[in-house]
């Protein structure tokens, strides 16, 4: 690779290659103080590998956890059969992506117009031979090479920006045909944007380049500006680039961190399945929601499941595109962990197996767990897909509804209870248990996350395991926290309900007969922050006494009005006091002018 580039003119500076003639601006970048410091992130740590604890600690906000969180190579990972080397990566940013594709093996060539942040990619994979780091605008490449793999991640939406309309083409027909011109015969292209018409965009999440909501919606984009696409707009655009054979995937919450990746091969299979309870939970932990929606995601995807709609109204698109046909995948979709200690991260394959879908676990790291010294362990058993309601999905509704209440909760817990003591009386241990008496560490995740009410009460993805047992009070508190501290947006409960966490807990328990100390719940919460450090390798520190129950606002006509009506009383206060100002500026030149003709008839 560096002797093609060689011959193209091309030179090594330190770890970067550029060349000497280029020298048009490139206008993008996070802000300086943000981009030097990440920068001098790479610069500073030992370690920058996909893993990095130090990277990790660099986290601080949105543009760090964008460039620095494993995370966002989940993107990759259940599309890594498609790419094969060579791979030509097109705007790699601070080189997330770049590590990733590295560590795999591939010979990687990445492609960045700018300087600063092509030398952030050369520091991140300075102990990777096969990755070769490139500053140059891709409008201005040129190299005798094709690639078997070609990248657009987060790129093809800035077209407009850095190229311009030539030939009766327009600036996204550009990009693209500059991309599939650098494309072997039978090489894939990669193509990761947000969608124009995602239903997180709907519900009023600001438009992701221009920060304001509806922009994308309404089509407000203009002729040098970003600009993105939905569903069928975007497969004409690449089918007329030559590229006609094409598979998407659906990330969630969407590219940039995806927690859940929905292949759209899903979508026409004949399965008894529903992926709705997974892209809830993944669009639960987007971290750039605004406070105020017009309406939740978390009760829609239902309803656009049960008529189809999942591809196009998907928050973001994961494109695999070739001039020759792609083969089937059996991998149906693919769910990861976030937010965990390294030796805890795991992915979730479900695979079409005949008529049957089965859940594949794996750890990312392959022998993570044979190093892990804890008493806490993961558990990668393969399972059979169950359907039914994930009842925890249930108790988000039940808080979703006005006047909830402890006896509402009370009740969708008494049907969580049933199927513990069931669970516990097949292996052997009688109910009623005491809050004080002991169950199995395997059931330390037999909670209302993983409880499938259908046809019978079954417990699935019993992840974690304590190799000691552990209390059923506990466990009880374990169910209960897991639905209530996560709901962000709860509707307003009935008169007299705590409207604290753990006070909420405690007359629930009290309710179903399970009388508890007050402090006994503060025992239970220290044991679950506990719990939660040795996960995501964090000492943390939080006070359930202190926790508040969120209660949600959303966006409709009496806010919009009530803004409205805001925003008109300070344009009113603003002109008055322009005017005001004006005023007073009028009578200070009114004396300047008396002086200087008192100074002019004095002299």
């Not at 992506?97 to 952030?120: I, Q």
């Not at 309900?497 to 006994?520: H, R, S, W």
Request: hydrophobic share 40%; proline share 5%.
């Amino acid at each position: 690779m560096q002797d093609l580039l060689q011959a193209s003119g091309y030179r090594k500076n330190g770890k970067v290659w550029s060349h000497e003639t280029t020298r048009d601006a490139f206008r993008y970048n996070d802000g300086d103080a943000s981009e030097m410091r990440i920068l001098d992130v790479m610069r500073l740590s030992a370690d920058t590998s996909l893993f990095s604890k130090e990277l990790e600690r660099a986290i601080t906000d949105w543009p760090s956890n964008y460039h620095l969180n494993p995370t966002r190579t989940n993107l990759f990972r259940p599309i890594k059969h498609l790419i094969r080397g060579p791979v030509l990566e097109i705007g790699a940013g601070a080189g997330a992506m770049t590590r990733f594709l590295g560590e795999e093996g591939h010979e990687v060539l990445a492609l960045e117009g700018s300087p600063r942040r092509a030398a952030t990619i050369a520091e991140r994979c300075r102990d990777l031979p096969n990755v070769t780091v490139l500053a140059e605008p891709l409008q201005n490449f040129e190299i005798d090479q094709k690639f078997a793999t070609v990248t657009l991640i987060g790129v093809l939406e800035y077209a407009r920006v850095f190229f311009g309309a030539e030939d009766g083409q327009d600036a996204i027909e550009r990009m693209l045909a500059k991309a599939r011109s650098l494309l072997a015969p039978g090489g894939v292209l990669i193509i990761a944007i947000e969608n124009q018409i995602g239903l997180k965009y709907l519900a009023g999440f600001p438009e992701d380049h221009l920060a304001r909501p509806m922009v994308g919606v309404e089509d407000q984009y203009t002729q040098n500006g970003p600009v993105t696409f939905g569903k069928r707009e975007l497969s004409h655009r690449v089918t007329a680039a030559g590229l006609p054979h094409q598979k998407y995937w659906f990330p969630f919450p969407d590219y940039k961190l995806p927690r859940f990746v929905l292949n759209e091969e899903a979508l026409t299979a004949n399965l008894p399945t529903d992926f709705s309870p997974l892209i809830r939970g993944a669009t639960a932990t987007d971290p750039q929601r605004p406070g105020i929606l017009a309406f939740e995601q978390d009760l829609a995807w239902d309803v656009i499941a049960r008529n189809g709609l999942q591809g196009d109204l998907a928050n973001s698109f994961l494109l695999v595109s070739s001039d020759q046909p792609l083969a089937a995948d059996d991998v149906m979709a693919t769910h990861f962990t976030g937010g965990r200690d390294a030796q805890y991260q795991k992915l979730v394959r479900f695979v079409r197996k005949g008529e049957q879908l089965v859940v594949e676990r794996e750890a990312i790291q392959a022998d993570s767990n044979g190093l892990n010294l804890s008493p806490l362990k993961i558990n990668l058993e393969d399972e059979v897909f169950e359907t039914g309601l994930v009842w925890r999905d249930i108790g988000k509704r039940c808080l979703l509804q006005d006047g909830w209440s402890v006896e509402h909760l009370a009740n969708w817990t008494s049907v969580w209870k049933q199927a513990l003591d069931q669970h516990l009386a097949g292996m052997g241990i009688l109910a009623p248990m005491q809050l004080q008496d002991r169950v199995p560490g395997s059931l330390l995740d037999a909670i209302p996350r993983n409880l499938i009410v259908g046809e019978k009460l079954s417990f699935i993805d019993l992840e974690w395991v304590y190799d000691q047992p552990i209390e059923f009070g506990y466990l009880m508190f374990r169910g209960l926290w897991d639905l209530i501290s996560d709901t962000r947006a709860a509707a307003t409960p009935a008169a007299g309900t705590p409207n604290k966490v753990g006070d909420l807990i405690f007359q629930i328990m009290e309710y179903l007969g399970y009388p508890v100390a007050a402090q006994t719940v503060i025992d239970y919460h220290a044991q679950e922050v506990r719990f939660h450090s040795s996960v995501t390798g964090r000492a943390l520190q939080t006070n359930s006494a202190d926790l508040l129950v969120t209660i949600g606002r959303r966006l409709n006509f009496a806010d919009i009005r009530e803004l409205q009506v805001q925003i008109q009383r300070l344009n009113a206060q603003n002109q008055a006091l322009t005017q005001e100002l004006e005023g007073e500026r009028r009578k200070v030149r009114d004396m300047l002018d008396a002086v200087n003709g008192y100074s002019l008839r004095a002299g």
